[in-house]
């Protein structure tokens, strides 16, 4: 039996996903930030690890809530931040968020690895890149999301031609105190 040549499944493999990623799709559940709020707030390298996902995988690497209140302070020095970051990025970097995040990384900025090298250069990338309608550039141009539908706890106003908002009803139907239910009519100006 002869064996098939690497190249010709290789160049399939190509094909197939370069065929896939003309296909538009929908983001069906989102917690991304208007992009007014992204832009008045820019993140470094470290700040995409805040999010409740990779902050989880930090925690369960060993990482105090202390240390991370310190590895997420803009405030603190980056060169800082990082030192109590990398211990814990040895053991997160392979996992789903972070590899996602290093995908991004990538794509987007022209970096392969997060290390005490690029960090401090890999931030200054993400402050240039972050620019009015670099949502738009991201969510439809590269990665082919016609509409991203946003869980948010109230309404507010969305760019309605790349996000749908879906309000979270929870503070009307988890209701566990009359408190809750007097904060509602106080908020709502029915009490």
């Avoid at 309404?155 to 007097?182: A, G, T, W």
Wanted: with cysteine; glycine share 6%; aromatic share 10%.
């Amino acid at each position: 039996m002869q064996k098939r040549a690497d190249t010709a499944g290789h160049g399939l493999a190509e094909e197939l996903a370069s065929e896939i990623a003309t296909i538009p799709c929908i983001n069906s559940h989102s917690h991304i930030c208007p992009e007014a709020e992204r832009l008045a707030n820019p993140l470094d390298a470290l700040l995409f690890f805040q999010h409740a996902y990779p902050r989880a995988d930090l925690a369960s690497a060993g990482m105090s809530p202390t240390d991370m209140e310190l590895a997420f302070d803009p405030e603190q020095p980056l060169h800082e931040r990082w030192g109590v970051f990398e211990p814990y990025w040895r053991w997160t970097r392979t996992t789903g968020y972070s590899q996602c995040i290093l995908t991004g990384f990538r794509d987007l900025l022209g970096f392969d690895e997060l290390t005490a090298d690029t960090v401090g250069p890999l931030s200054q990338a993400a402050r240039e890149f972050i620019a009015p309608g670099f949502y738009r550039q991201v969510l439809r141009h590269r990665a082919g999301i016609e509409v991203s539908v946003v869980n948010m706890e109230d309404l507010v106003e969305v760019d309605r031609e790349l996000f749908l908002p879906l309000p979270r009803l929870n503070r009307f139907s988890m209701l566990k105190s009359v408190d809750q239910i007097n904060a509602i009519e106080r908020d709502y100006g029915v009490a």
